[in-house]
């Protein structure tokens, strides 16, 4: 108890710490706490949480009806897609609508005729979701051309947005956790792991990816990928 300086006794007890519900209460009134000096609680939202910009709402219909039946490393294309996209805004909060749209259509053109995803994507979602889509999708040839020619595809990762590769980065950490969730789920490794010679095989060009976009993405979308394509290897 202590007391003011008339002699009034106050009862003063354990300070109340803030918490992420705050975020949704109303300020407190009163003389000696007033609204305008009390400083917001920042929570962070999911990029996908609503209410959603409008192009990443198209994005998803389009991309529901198009992932249909398809699967990536395992996972269902669309949840494939949804986890890419919580994964960069995890990275980059502050990702365009645009790149996040491009992120969940990013394998649609495999799965569509390719005529007819740049009619409807250009149509609802923009040019900008256009342009990062094919960006993203055409980092396919990149990979290709790795295999022949690792310097001439080393210099097409470098020339790269920094939006498109962080992008990009964060697909192949979702792709791997995924093979490597399995892995830990087979009742054999070895044989969980030799029907997957494909997939280790890409693992230097994923280490590529990395060191040459490693200094222009976040720290932490580089850090996850990092540790992920170091465990990405069989068992001898």
Same mark, same amino acid.
């Given at each position: 108890?202590?007391?003011?300086?008339?002699?009034?006794?106050?009862?003063?007890?354990?300070?109340?710490? $803030?918490?992420?519900?705050?975020?949704?209460?109303?300020?407190?009134?009163? $003389? %000696?706490?007033?609204?305008?000096?009390?400083? $917001?609680?920042?929570?962070?939202?999911?990029?996908?949480?609503?209410?959603? @910009?409008?192009?990443?709402?198209?994005?998803?219909? !389009?991309?529901?009806?198009?992932?249909?039946?398809?699967?990536?490393?395992?996972?269902?294309?669309?949840?494939?897609?949804?986890?890419?996209?919580?994964?960069?805004?995890?990275?980059?909060?502050?990702?365009?609508?645009? !790149?996040?749209?491009?992120?969940?259509?990013?394998?649609?053109?495999?799965?569509?005729?390719?005529?007819?995803? %740049?009619?409807?994507?250009?149509?609802?979602?923009?040019?900008?979701?256009? &342009?990062?889509?094919?960006?993203?999708?055409?980092?396919?040839?990149?990979?290709?051309?790795?295999?022949?020619?690792?310097?001439?595809?080393?210099?097409?990762?470098?020339?790269?947005?920094?939006?498109?590769?962080?992008?990009?980065?964060?697909?192949?950490?979702?792709?791997?956790?995924?093979?490597?969730?399995?892995?830990?789920?087979?009742?054999?490794?070895?044989?969980?792991?030799?029907?997957?010679?494909?997939?280790? !095989?890409?693992?230097?060009?994923?280490?590529?990816?990395?060191?040459?976009?490693?200094?222009? &993405?976040?720290? %932490?979308? @580089?850090?996850?990928?990092?540790?992920?394509?170091?465990?990405?290897?069989?068992?001898?």
């Amino acid at each position: 108890m202590v007391h003011g300086p008339r002699g009034a006794a106050h009862v003063s007890g354990p300070r109340r710490v $803030p918490v992420a519900s705050d975020r949704f209460l109303p300020p407190p009134a009163g $003389p %000696s706490s007033p609204a305008a000096a009390r400083e $917001p609680v920042l929570v962070r939202r999911s990029v996908l949480a609503p209410p959603r @910009a409008p192009v990443v709402d198209v994005a998803l219909g !389009l991309a529901r009806v198009w992932c249909a039946g398809h699967a990536v490393a395992g996972t269902p294309a669309l949840a494939h897609a949804v986890r890419v996209a919580l994964t960069l805004g995890r990275g980059v909060p502050d990702a365009a609508p645009a !790149l996040i749209a491009a992120v969940l259509l990013r394998d649609t053109p495999s799965y569509a005729d390719m005529d007819v995803v %740049s009619e409807r994507v250009a149509a609802r979602c923009g040019i900008d979701t256009l &342009i990062a889509l094919w960006l993203l999708h055409g980092e396919e040839t990149i990979a290709g051309l790795f295999r022949h020619d690792p310097q001439a595809a080393t210099r097409r990762l470098t020339g790269l947005r920094p939006d498109i590769a962080a992008a990009l980065v964060a697909d192949k950490t979702v792709r791997i956790g995924a093979v490597l969730a399995g892995a830990r789920q087979a009742r054999d490794a070895r044989v969980y792991w030799a029907q997957r010679r494909g997939f280790l !095989l890409t693992v230097p060009y994923v280490r590529a990816v990395l060191v040459a976009t490693s200094d222009r &993405i976040p720290a %932490s979308l @580089a850090g996850d990928l990092d540790r992920l394509s170091g465990s990405s290897a069989a068992p001898s």
